[in-house]
């Protein structure tokens, strides 16, 4: 079964981190560009970060810049996502999605497969 299963949520005080996984099954990533998606309650979903595991290029959103970093593991099939100075903004479900390419597929919306969320809940 191909499918992606995030893992690392939960209650963190502001200023704190975790670190979010996203394990691959079925399917190898190295020929994907994977990346996290969020949604708080009331917004709209947000593209937070995404990297190519052909070539290793990155994609962030201004608001999480220099705060978090993606990396992957291909021989874990995972990719992570390093959350740092965690903000009471950032509280949401974070889901992974899979597109096959470049990080362009991923950012246009190719996508082929979903998680089914991980919840992050930052205190103030």
């Known amino acids: 079964e191909v499918q992606l299963v995030e893992s690392g949520g939960g209650l963190v005080q502001a200023g704190g981190s975790l670190r979010l996984s996203c394990a691959a099954s079925?399917?190898?990533?190295?020929?994907?560009?994977i990346g996290w998606f969020r949604q708080a309650p009331g917004k709209e979903r947000e593209g937070v970060s995404a990297?190519?595991?052909?070539?290793?290029?990155?994609y962030y959103v201004a608001s999480v810049k220099g705060r978090f970093t993606i990396s992957s593991d291909n021989a874990k099939n995972t990719v992570y996502l390093q959350m740092n100075s965690l903000k009471s903004e950032d509280t949401a479900v974070y889901y992974c999605?899979?597109?096959?390419?470049?990080?362009?597929?991923?950012?246009?919306?190719?996508?082929?497969?979903w998680g089914q969320g991980t919840l992050v809940t930052v205190s103030s």
């Open positions: 999605a899979a597109a096959k390419g470049p990080l362009s597929s991923w950012l246009y919306g190719n996508f082929e497969v």
């Open positions: 990297i190519s595991n052909s070539d290793g290029s990155t």
């Open positions: 079925g399917f190898t990533i190295d020929d994907y560009a």
